[in-house]
């Protein structure tokens, strides 16, 4: 076909994942000669402002690489295309093969609007040499056995070194602890703070706990000089962190402490515990012209076979169960921990106000870490935060409930679903 009789599908796409994915895309368009794609890489820094910017000036691409976290702006926004009925006729994306806590966080108001692309979470990376000398023979799957084995290996190391690493910058190890509990973060149709609830004032305190024991440092990543180099001199035994580290502690070890590291799932209150469901997801918007097109490409790289290649080219954790049967990922085993933890994963609160209440939580535990602030006076503060973040949120609901009620409707009107939507269009 003529170049310039082909479709043209503009795909967006941030950072790593823009540099690699060209290359997988060359493929697509060999199987579909009559569609051509536009890649545009975005720095993740600017990559929110660029697509509220885009969506004010009609200027978005046909699909883009959106963070799970963002999906309920761009949802409010009205800018985002239903996919559940292309995922119903789809042979490529089922999605019982999907991971459930991931799948769910492109759920909005009971409307499918994007599809895993990658997965993050949380779990811990350890040094099974110190654990070996500090005596903890197995590992810890409970809190109790994990704080437990870091009396252990406190006590081992003595006085400099630490058990554990919890960088105060970062907010997933103490979401990942309140993700654990049976009580809400948010409450009242997720128009307020939760965070005074018993479940996570038993996840602060467990967290604070750590530091108040010695047993974790009270400093953030960037007071470390080099936390690979730290990990390998045994400064702390175990870490919380994510899946790009996997790549880096096999580069990074020394070769003589190569095979003295290993991965574990997060421990839980009564046993292995829940983690972020992170990552990013495939979105096509709304007002895309090539919407046919901008599918295909969305179930290309929804293949496993293909997600198995993104893996192995950038280290990204894939989203399908059936992608974990390669063997690349299967005999990996820093890499069986997180398929294991992948079943357990939890979706945050879908209001587009997150990113902020979740910067608003760190800055409290790191007020009760560093500042010695008392935990309940620092909770209730939180929740009058977040709840002053919500307000419009509340207000938004107070009408839908006063219009609904105006014309004889019960409560809140319901999200339409798109059956039929992509047809309609």
């Given at each position: 076909m003529p170049r310039d009789e082909r479709t043209v599908v503009r795909f967006w796409a941030m950072g790593r994942e823009a540099e690699v994915v060209s290359e997988l895309v060359r493929e697509f368009e060999r199987e579909h000669p009559d569609i051509r794609v536009q890649i545009?890489?975005?720095?993740?820094?600017?990559?929110?402002?660029k697509l509220l910017t885009a969506f004010a000036a009609d200027a978005l691409p046909d699909i883009c690489q959106l963070g799970n976290t963002w999906v309920p702006e761009f949802a409010v926004l009205g800018a985002l295309e239903p996919l559940?009925?292309?995922?119903?006729?789809?042979?490529?994306?089922?999605?019982?093969?999907?991971?459930?806590?991931?799948?769910?966080?492109?759920?909005?108001?009971?409307?499918?609007?994007?599809?895993?692309?990658?997965?993050?979470?949380?779990?811990?990376?350890?040094?099974?040499?110190?654990?070996?000398?500090?005596?903890?023979?197995?590992?810890?799957?409970?809190?109790?056995?994990?704080?437990?084995?870091?009396?252990?290996?406190?006590?081992?190391?003595?006085?400099?070194?630490?058990?554990v690493m919890l960088p105060l910058n970062e907010f997933e190890q103490l979401l990942s602890f309140g993700l654990q509990q049976d009580d809400p973060l948010l409450r009242d149709d997720e128009s307020r703070g939760n965070f005074s609830s018993p479940g996570f004032t038993r996840a602060l305190a467990f967290y604070t706990n750590m530091f108040e024991q010695g047993w974790a440092p009270r400093m953030s990543e960037t007071q470390i000089s080099n936390v690979w180099d730290e990990f390998g001199r045994g400064f702390f035994s175990f870490y919380?962190?994510?899946?790009?580290?996997?790549?880096?502690?096999?580069?990074?070890?020394?070769?003589?402490?190569?095979?003295?590291?290993?991965?574990?799932?997060?421990?839980?209150?009564?046993?292995?515990?829940?983690?972020?469901?992170?990552?990013t997801s495939l979105v096509m918007f709304r007002d895309s012209p090539n919407?046919?097109?901008?599918?295909?490409?969305?179930?290309?790289?929804?293949?496993?076979?293909?997600?198995?290649?993104?893996?192995?080219?950038?280290?990204?954790?894939?989203?399908?169960?059936?992608?974990?049967?390669?063997?690349?990922?299967?005999?990996?085993?820093?890499?069986?921990?997180?398929?294991?933890?992948?079943?357990?994963?939890?979706?945050?609160?879908?209001?587009?106000?997150?990113?902020?209440?979740?910067?608003?939580m760190r800055l409290m535990s790191e007020r009760v870490v560093r500042g010695g602030m008392a935990q309940q006076q620092a909770l209730r503060e939180l929740d009058a935060r977040v709840d002053a973040l919500l307000e419009k949120r509340r207000w938004v609901r107070e009408r839908e409930v006063d219009e609904g009620s105006a014309i004889g409707l019960p409560g809140r009107p319901q999200a339409s679903t798109d059956r039929g939507a992509a047809d309609a269009r």
């Open positions: 545009q890489q975005i720095p993740w820094t600017s990559a929110h402002e559940q009925s292309r995922v119903d006729a789809s042979e490529v994306i089922d999605e019982s093969d999907y991971f459930p806590g991931i799948w769910h966080t492109n759920v909005i108001d009971d409307t499918l609007l994007g599809v895993p692309w990658y997965v993050d979470t949380r779990l811990i990376f350890y040094r099974k040499d110190i654990l070996a000398a500090a005596g903890v023979d197995t590992l810890p799957r409970t809190w109790q056995e994990w704080e437990a084995a870091m009396v252990a290996v406190k006590a081992h190391v003595g006085p400099d070194r630490y058990a919380v962190s994510g899946p790009w580290n996997i790549r880096e502690f096999r580069n990074r070890m020394p070769a003589e402490l190569q095979d003295q590291w290993g991965t574990a799932p997060l421990p839980g209150p009564d046993g292995p515990g829940a983690g972020i469901a992170g990552g919407k046919e097109a901008s599918w295909k490409l969305m179930e290309f790289l929804s293949r496993p076979e293909i997600q198995q290649r993104f893996h192995a080219m950038i280290g990204n954790l894939p989203p399908r169960r059936s992608t974990w049967e390669f063997p690349q990922l299967r005999e990996d085993p820093y890499a069986q921990a997180f398929r294991d933890q992948l079943e357990r994963v939890k979706p945050t609160p879908k209001v587009l106000e997150w990113e902020r209440i979740v910067q608003e």
